[in-house]
């Protein structure tokens, strides 16, 4: 899909502390009926929805969103008693314009595209796993801590690009704190960005309040 075939007023689905990125596929489970509504909607068109973090942490039609959210596609689809199970592919980040106004369940967003031309052909990035092995030891002894599993020889297979995205979306942060990744420019910056981030995690800190 090129840019110009990209839509310029999508449904956007507001959840919180879930973040996806371009070029990766999240597992998504629908069963509130505004947004079960807005999946059907989309299905007969384009199969294109909006997923986008509120700036408070629970979902509601009237909270404030964030700027940047995730435009994905619908890629699999299933229909299990009245709820969907989904899976969404991410194609590129937008940032919103305005709200439109409608008679629809959902909200509905003008956005644009600007500043994330790279996300559809995602340019060749200079890292290297072994750029990784600090971030992969702090991740694992946060992980650990807060009972994530995570399957690290699997990450390890893909590319680096996938494995920073699957890390970041995975990783037990803050909402601000995702949406900081989601925002970063390209994989280098947002490497960084976790590196940072890791660094508030202190030994003796793993009950911050800052994570979920």
Known sequence: MKKDD????????PLSNFIIFPNTTVPLNIFE?????????????????????PKTKKNNSSLELHDVGCLGKITSFKDIDGRYLIDLNGLSRFNIIKEIKNDKPYRE???NFDG???????????LKFSDLELIFKDLKTLFEKKGYIINWSSLEKQ???????????????SLEEKQILLESENLKIRKNKIAEILSTYTHDNYQNNTIQ
């Open 33 to 53: 009926p505004r947004y079960v509504k807005m999946i059907n909607d989309s299905m007969k068109t384009n199969k294109l929805i909006g997923l986008i973090q």
């Open 6 to 13: 990209l839509p310029k007023i999508i449904p956007v689905f």
């Open 159 to 173: 590319n680096i690009n996938e494995t920073i995205n699957a890390l970041a979306m995975a990783s037990p942060f």
């Open 116 to 126: 994330f031309q790279n996300d559809i052909q995602l340019p060749k990035e200079e």
């Open 109 to 111: 967003c003008e956005i």
